[in-house]
């Protein structure tokens, strides 16, 4: 959890926290998305995280997807933004949330997959053979890419 957040929680409890979310879909030469098995709750997602006060989204989705992958991202393009009801969550321990999700694309990227304390595994996967359990808060995103929606979409 960032500063922010802990911050924030300190003043409003577990009422619901307005949070600025951010991800990459990253595609390999075959095609492939990389997703990230989380070890806090065992789903399949992309790798991203909230905003840091002060960062761009380009920065910010660089450095986590370096904290979480080991990838270098270059060239970065905007998939879509992300908002509705699929942002709202509630946590087992009681803290509410509602995101607004950023979500970036790009095959340019450098570096060998390594897992760190947030990824229990890290895999490439073909659009026909994505896990059941894909966080439901970022299957929205990762649906798109898999259905071919075109970048940039606004929901």
Known sequence: ????????????????LLTVGRGAIIEDELGRILLQQRT??????IPGDLLELGETFEEAVIREVLEE???SLN????????????????YSNGDQVF?????????????????NNESKKLSFL?????????NPHQSPYILDWVNGVQTQIIK
Request: no cysteine; net charge negative; aromatic share 14%.
């Open 1 to 16: 959890m960032n500063d922010y957040v802990k911050t924030m929680r300190k003043s409003i409890g577990q009422e619901t």
């Open 40 to 45: 806090d709750y065992g789903t399949w997602g």
């Open 69 to 71: 992958t080991g990838l």
């Open 75 to 90: 060239k970065l393009e905007l998939f879509g933004l992300y908002s509705g009801v699929e942002g709202f969550s509630k």
């Open 99 to 115: 995101s607004v999700q950023i979500i970036f694309h790009t095959t340019d990227y450098t570096g060998i997959l390594k897992t």
């Open 126 to 134: 073909y659009k026909n053979e994505l896990p059941e359990n894909l």
